[in-house]
């Protein structure tokens, strides 16, 4: 019976992890570029009483054995990059990645960081920036006689300037691409940095080698989808509850066995 009340206990420690996560969740329902989580587990060390396959008589051996289980712990909290949905914003400096990849920002540490919010703005000097003013990589700049912008499928940035009739190439985006992302390290604020475990960056032009294409006018919304997030925290509540009435339970035997002399 004590045992059960230690089994029980993970239970009710991995479900709260589950209702973390979900949380986290539903708190980015709305933020553009933000991939869910989801929670994984793995059950524990198991205590054998007796080995299946030992012998019962000089002929035949026992089917199954004796095993009781731990419990459980949490092994992983894995990102999952399905496509979210598309906003149009109309913005010509909003852009969204159809498939494979990832914007390039120079950190302030000189570091590079990967995103899929593809919400930029120009700083003072015409660099194209994200929202806390970290340039893009490549650097583009945009003249500040610039009366369109047109961005293509392919990354190339083009520009009409007040007095020309045609476009000029500006600059050319560059997406990165991992063998793993879900091995990618979360900074916060959208960014994420590579790990021995996603592996290097393979950056290349946008809808070449498998990185996916560039949509202007459009940012990448959330992947979380409100019913599964709140079924998620249903089924995590009553999994919480019920370990918590199997330690109830445990306690009860417990009081009962002491109670057996008087």
């Known amino acids: 019976m004590v045992r059960s009340l230690y089994t029980a206990a993970t239970g009710m420690i991995a479900q709260q992890t589950q209702i973390d996560t979900t949380s986290n969740n539903i708190a980015n329902v709305n933020t553009i570029g933000y991939k869910k989580q989801r929670a994984e587990f793995a059950d524990l060390m198991y205590q054998t009483m007796e080995y299946a396959g030992n012998s019962t008589s000089n002929t035949t051996s026992s089917p199954t054995g004796i095993e009781v ?4 712990r949490p092994t992983a909290i894995a990102k999952q990059f399905t496509q979210g949905n598309f906003k149009e914003t109309g913005n010509p400096l909003d852009m969204a990645i159809t498939g494979n990849g990832f914007f390039q920002i120079e950190l302030p540490d000189g570091s590079t960081a990967y995103t899929r919010n593809g919400s930029f703005k120009l700083d003072s000097d015409g660099n194209v920036v994200n929202s806390d003013g970290y340039k893009m990589i490549p650097n583009i700049v945009i003249p500040a006689d610039a ?3 047109s961005i293509g499928t392919d990354g190339t940035v083009s520009v009409l300037q007040a007095g020309q009739t045609e476009m000029a190439q500006v600059g050319q985006i560059e997406l990165a ?3 793993n992302p879900a091995g990618l390290h979360s900074l916060g604020d959208n960014n994420l940095l590579n790990t021995t475990a996603s592996g290097d960056a393979l950056v290349g032009t ?3 080698d498998g990185i996916g294409q560039i949509r202007q ?3 990448e919304m959330s992947n979380v989808q409100l019913v599964e997030e709140m079924t998620d925290l249903i089924t995590g509540q009553r999994a919480y509850e019920a370990n918590s009435k199997a330690i109830t339970t445990s306690d009860e035997m417990l009081q009962t066995v002491n109670g057996l002399k008087r």
Not at 69 to 72: A, D, I, K, P
């Open 217 to 219: 006018d459009f940012v």
């Open 177 to 179: 691409n991992f063998v």
């Open 69 to 72: 289980g731990l419990g459980v």
């Open 147 to 149: 009366t369109q912008i």
């Open 206 to 208: 946008p809808g070449l």
